[in-house]
C-alpha cells in the first residue's frame, strides 16, 4: 500500500518562499503520475499542479504559473513542490498526490476539484499560510 508523508509548508510573508516535500513509501512513485492539490477555507480541494509519469510533461493552474515549481525525485522516491512570490491567496491546506487515473494528461484535471481525478493517494495536508 503506497504511503505519502508530507513536510514543508508554514507561514510566510507575501512575496516569500516555502517548499513541500512528499516522501513515499510502500511503492515507487516511478509508477504514478504526481499531483499537487490545495485547498482554500470554504472551497472544494483542487489540481494545482501534476507531472506525467509517460514524459514528465508538468501542468501548472493559471493561478500558479510562473512561481511554482514541481518535481520528483525517483531516486528517493519523493516529490516537491517549491513554491515562489507567494501570494495571500496561496493560504490554503496544500496535498501530495499519487495519481492512479488519467486527468493528468494534457493537464485536464488542473483547476478541477479532487473528486473528478478518480482515486489518488493523498499526503496527510500541510498548512501554507501567507500573511503579513
Known amino acids: 500500500q503506497l504511503r505519502l508523508v508530507e513536510s514543508g509548508g508554514g507561514l510566510v510573508q507575501p512575496g516569500g518562499s516555502l517548499r513541500l516535500s512528499c516522501a513515499a513509501s510502500?511503492?515507487?512513485?516511478?509508477?504514478?503520475?504526481i499531483g499537487w492539490f490545495r485547498q482554500a477555507p470554504g472551497k472544494e480541494r483542487e489540481g494545482v499542479s501534476c507531472i506525467m509519469r509517460s514524459d514528465g510533461s508538468t501542468y501548472y493552474a493559471d493561478s500558479v504559473k510562473g512561481r511554482f515549481t514541481a518535481s520528483t525525485d525517483n531516486t528517493q522516491n519523493t516529490m516537491h513542490l517549491q513554491m515562489n512570490d507567494l501570494k495571500t491567496e496561496d493560504t490554503a491546506v496544500y496535498y501530495c498526490?499519487?495519481?492512479?487515473?488519467?486527468?493528468?494528461?494534457?493537464?485536464w484535471g488542473i483547476g478541477r476539484p479532487s473528486a473528478d481525478w478518480g482515486h489518488n493517494y493523498y499526503g496527510q495536508g500541510r498548512q501554507v499560510t501567507v500573511s503579513s
Open positions: 498526490a499519487a495519481v492512479e487515473g488519467p486527468a493528468c494528461a494534457a493537464g
Open positions: 510502500g511503492a515507487t512513485l516511478a509508477r504514478y503520475a
